[in-house]
């Protein structure tokens, strides 16, 4: 079975420029989430879709940060304008079920992103 | 909110057994979560614990404690290959997986 796919996997800009992740859950997988993990950290969740429907985006900067599951499989993230703290690694990971039950994410592998 | 403590590092040597505790307070509590990540690399499950009491799973264990707002992840037999971060994470009431800082673990020869 494939694991969660990510791309790119390395992406370096300038500040105030966008950039936009891309990330195939597992097939069959209701539920997807985006975290952001600055180095040192933890994950932290930015949204999570269940379907093509948000469940949470409480921690999401959305004055900069924007995230689209349109067919509710592939999901799109992007950021416009980019600033230097948004440098972190952009994992996705999905859930058979998610939202209110207790199912394992898997994670892809991330997307490492370098604000100069 | 969440409020998840574990110790930012530890070192063991191979073939040893090693404790990684980990504290919680949860506006919602559903069960909790271990993750193991390697530098540069996604996290991968390890272990879930909705129950008070030990989950045994192989060489790792996980412990918790609901009443205490406390688990621990137990590593026996270290090898090489476990030198990575381990991320203890509350699942809440709400749905949402809350992940701590990680504890580093450098497993020596």
């Known amino acids: 079975e494939a694991g969660v796919a990510q791309s790119p996997r390395y992406k370096i800009i300038e500040k105030r420029q966008s950039v936009a992740f891309w990330c195939n859950p597992i097939?069959?997988?209701?539920?997807l989430y985006w975290y952001q993990q600055i180095l040192g950290q933890g994950p932290k969740l930015l949204i999570q879709?269940?379907?093509?429907?948000?469940?949470?985006d409480s921690q999401l900067p959305k004055d900069r940060f924007s995230a689209e599951r349109l067919k509710g499989v592939d999901s799109t993230l992007k950021i416009q304008p980019a600033k230097l703290e948004d440098s972190a690694v952009y994992l996705c990971?999905?859930?058979?079920?998610?939202?209110?039950?207790?199912?394992?994410?898997?994670f892809g592998p991330g997307t490492r992103l370098t604000v100069l | 909110g969440q409020n998840i403590d574990q110790p930012t590092e530890m070192t063991a040597t191979e073939g040893a057994i090693v404790q990684i505790n980990c504290t919680y307070q949860?506006?919602?509590?559903?069960?909790l979560f271990w993750y193991q990540q390697h530098a540069g690399e996604a996290p991968t499950f390890l272990s879930y614990?909705?129950?008070?009491g030990l989950e045994e799973k192989g060489r790792f264990s996980s412990f918790l404690s609901r009443s205490k707002g406390y688990s621990y992840l137990l590593l026996k037999e270290l090898q090489m290959k476990d030198s990575a971060s381990y991320l203890c994470?509350?699942?809440?009431?709400?749905?949402?997986?809350?992940f701590g800082r990680g504890t580093q673990l450098t497993v020596w020869p």
């Open positions: 990971a999905s859930s058979l079920v998610g939202s209110g039950s207790t199912d394992t994410q898997y």
């Open positions: 097939s069959g997988h209701a539920t």
């Open positions: 879709f269940q379907n093509n429907g948000v469940v949470d």
């Open positions: 949860t506006s919602g509590f559903n069960g």
């Open positions: 614990n909705v129950l008070d």
């Open positions: 994470a509350p699942w809440s009431t709400l749905g949402r997986l809350y």
